[in-house]
């Protein structure tokens, strides 16, 4: 009977619309097997951006921490677990899409934040690292008390980036480190405005019949990810491997308005400790 009741648990939780979440486009439009169509097919936006940043980002990476892969290769996942999420709205896809966020975020924390921000008792990036991935497992269960609420605990963690992000850039005069943290900050803000607009205006859009705001978000903010981390990890490059002397370009053209940002390495490139 407890063997029952358990599979019949799990069911639930992968069945079709479980989640208490469901965004503005309409469910089954276009196909009766995908619940939210556009949402799902922008999700695999994820799987475009995330190999072309593993190949720019490769000397930086053997250079610094080939660990920088992992931001990457888990945005993979994050493309998926969304895919899966829109496709079911099934509580099992929204638990998948959320937690991959989350561990993504701390694994560019541990990665990333300047040493020089660390709280006073923290003396070493391992321990540091130690502390994020203790806060990320305790915010992983956490999340399964009240779901709803972890799209809003994502959100502010974004905010604490942004924030030690201009920390830094306050000393920063590297034009085209500047250019580059303003793109990512107006892209973030379109990104979080389309879905602020999808999940509080619903009502709104379905008057003007346009339902996509949310699959709009999903390639805005992979592209935003790409420039917030390709300068968050400029800046460390510039502090822990200044030997190396790290410069910003762009993909496919550093002379096109748009493009992929990456590091080039103009220097030469050695192994040592690094914070």
């Known amino acids: 009977m407890g063997g029952f009741y358990s599979s019949e648990k799990m069911t639930g939780v992968l069945a079709y619309e479980s989640s208490e979440l ?16 556009f949402n799902t097919m922008s999700s695999l936006f ?21 660990a920088v892969h992992l931001v990457w290769i888990m945005m993979i996942f994050v493309g998926l677990f969304s895919a899966y999420f829109h496709m079911t709205l099934s509580f099992m896809g929204q638990m998948l899409d959320e937690l991959s966020i989350l561990w993504v975020i701390g694994l ?27 806060v990320t497992v305790v915010t992983t269960l956490s999340s399964f008390v009240k779901p709803t609420a972890n799209a809003y605990v994502l959100n502010c963690f974004a905010l604490h ?3 030690s992000l201009c920390l830094e850039m306050r000393v920063c005069t590297d034009q085209k480190a500047l250019r580059l943290c303003w793109s990512a900050v107006a892209l973030w803000v379109l990104a979080i405005s389309c879905w602020i607009s999808d999940r509080f ?30 300068l968050i ?10 030997y190396a002397l790290p410069g910003l370009q762009y ?17 030469s490139t050695k192994t040592q400790k690094r914070c």
């Open 201 to 230: 205006g619903c009502s709104l859009w379905q008057k003007l019949n346009f339902c996509y705001l949310h699959g709009i978000w999903h390639i805005l903010i992979v592209i935003a990810a790409a420039y917030a981390s390709t």
């Open 22 to 37: 469901d965004w503005c486009e309409d469910n089954y439009k276009h196909s009766e097997h995908i619940a939210e169509y």
């Open 108 to 134: 560019c924390y541990a990665l990333w934040f300047p040493c020089r921000l660390f709280p006073s008792f923290i003396k070493d990036r391992t321990t540091f690292s130690r502390l994020v991935m203790a």
């Open 46 to 66: 994820f799987f475009v951006i995330s190999p072309i940043m593993l190949y720019l980002l490769h000397p930086y990476a053997r250079e610094r921490n080939l």
């Open 161 to 163: 980036i942004i924030y």
């Open 233 to 242: 990890a400029y800046l460390d490059a510039k502090y822990e491997i200044p």
């Open 251 to 267: 993909w496919p053209s550093d002379n096109w308005l748009f493009g992929l940002p990456y590091i080039v390495l103009k220097g």
